[in-house]
Structure formats: C-alpha cells, structure tokens
C-alpha cells in the first residue's frame, strides 16, 4: 500500500478542513481517497459522454459532406432541360420573323410551351 504525502499552504489547509466538514469526512486519508476517486470516475463518464458525442457530430459532418458532394456532382438532365427550353422560350419571341421561321423548321415552339407549363399534351414536333 502507498503513502502519499504532498505540502499544502494554509489556504490550501483551510480550504480542505472546510471542504471535510460540507461532506462530513473525518479524516484526510477518507477525505482525499474520495475525492480523488469519485471525481475522477465522474468526470472519466463526463469525459466519455463528450467524447460520444464529438464522434457522433463528426460522423454526421462527414454525412452531410457527402451528401453535399453528392449533389454538387448530381446531373439533373430536368433541370437543364427546363433551364435550355425556358431561355429558348424568353429568347424566341425577341427575335424576328425570319429567325423564328428558321428555329420553326427544327423546334415547334408550342412544345416548348406545354412542355414548360407541364402540360402532357406535348402537341406535335416537325
């Protein structure tokens, strides 16, 4: 069995006999073997609670990063689709008629515009 021994100040004395008296120990051998070990075991489960928890934020940080990434590299063939047909329908009546004859004999411009209001009636393409 080991013998600790250490030097305190009077403060520091002081401060340990009232510290004995609020718990009700009666000697400085009973005093420090519970404080020693009860808080450290308390504070070890404090300390595994937090790190618990910074595993689990750090688990879900590297979630949300894939996720993130997986929608930064996602295609969405729609969303171009609808972004390519709505600047053709804002572009096609601003220029004039010749253009639009020339665009009428690849695109019909009637199927851009049911395909954008999400009308299943696509009408008919030449």
Request: avoid cysteine; hydrophobic fraction near 35%; charge should be negative.
């Amino acid at each position: 069995m080991g013998n600790a021994q250490f030097r305190t100040t009077d403060e520091e004395e002081t401060a340990i006999a009232a510290r004995m008296a609020l718990a009700g120990d009666r000697t400085r051998s009973d005093h420090f073997r519970r404080v020693y070990f009860q808080n450290v075991s308390e504070r070890d489960v404090q300390i595994g609670e937090i790190k618990r928890q910074l595993e689990m934020l750090a688990e879900g940080q590297e979630h949300l990063r894939r996720a993130v990434q997986q929608l930064a590299t996602a295609k969405s063939d729609d969303l171009e689709l609808r972004l390519l047909a709505g600047l053709y329908a804002l572009l096609y009546p601003s220029v004039d008629d010749s253009v639009q004859a020339k665009v009428d004999q690849h695109i019909d411009y009637s199927v851009v515009e049911h395909f954008l209001s999400g009308n299943t009636n696509k009408g008919k393409r030449k």
